[in-house]
């Protein structure tokens, strides 16, 4: 008899754990605006010049404990990229300088882990994960400084699309405006190497970063976080 006792006990016990648990969790799904903003990157004589740009985001998150929960996002934004590099012609040495502008889409998909801790209205959080990060070609057009017998045999199409892994990390806040519905505020840093779309020139084999502040408004399923 009191082992059915003792059993009964730790069900009660471990159900009102499970339920515990369960009215912490939260889910909610956001979009975001943001600014990406690259620096410039130099390697094997090529300079590689990104463009900042706008993009947007989208993210469903669930915080499966009171501080600790993951993430999926997509993002999109332009990504025009213009390479340079200097070459000697043989023969007579003449320097060609040779700028190849490209322009691009961005395309990445992450996966995150997510800390968090609620006070009142607020929810700072803090996220590190990683995904890829795909680059795709729209068009493109290159000058060449140095004619004649240096102009050398230009393709018709000097572009390809490269898929990089790409480690994020970053943090942010929520506020909450009502029950299910609120705003973030939030950055999110980008480490990858420079994407290789040109074919025109060799890889400057880089790594290179992206700051992306945000602004965005959630909406929660669940929870009351």
């Known amino acids: 008899m009191p082992t059915?006792?003792?059993?009964?006990?730790?069900?009660?016990?471990?159900?009102?754990?499970?339920?515990?648990?369960?009215?912490?969790?939260?889910?909610?799904?956001?979009?975001?605006?943001?600014?990406?903003?690259?620096?410039?990157?130099?390697?094997?004589?090529?300079?590689?010049?990104?463009?900042?740009?706008?993009?947007?985001?989208?993210?469903?998150?669930?915080?499966?404990?009171?501080?600790?929960?993951?993430?999926?996002?997509?993002?999109?934004?332009?990504?025009?990229?213009?390479?340079?590099?200097?070459?000697?012609?043989?023969?007579?040495?003449c320097p060609i300088t040779t700028i190849q502008a490209i322009s691009a889409n961005a395309h990445e998909f992450t996966g995150d882990w997510v800390a968090s801790l609620k006070i009142h209205n607020l929810r700072p959080f803090a996220l590190a994960g990683a995904g890829l990060l795909l680059n795709v070609p729209s068009g493109q057009s290159i000058s060449i400084s140095c004619v004649g017998t240096c102009l050398p045999f230009l393709p018709v199409n000097a572009t390809t699309t490269t898929t990089k892994p790409v480690f994020v990390y970053g943090a942010g806040l929520d506020w909450k405006l009502a029950p299910h519905i609120g705003l973030r505020f939030q950055y999110r840093g980008n480490l990858y190497k420079v994407p290789d779309i040109s074919t025109l020139f060799t890889s400057a084999s880089a790594f290179t970063h992206t700051a992306e502040p945000m602004l965005g408004a959630y909406f929660r399923f669940c929870g009351s976080g």
């Open 4 to 93: 059915k006792w003792m059993h009964r006990a730790f069900l009660v016990v471990g159900l009102a754990a499970l339920a515990s648990l369960a009215a912490h969790a939260q889910t909610d799904v956001a979009a975001s605006l943001y600014g990406a903003f690259s620096g410039t990157t130099t390697g094997n004589g090529i300079t590689q010049s990104p463009s900042n740009a706008a993009g947007g985001l989208l993210e469903v998150r669930h915080i499966a404990k009171p501080w600790f929960g993951y993430e999926g996002t997509y993002s999109f934004n332009r990504a025009n990229q213009k390479y340079t590099g200097i070459n000697s012609c043989s023969g007579i040495g």
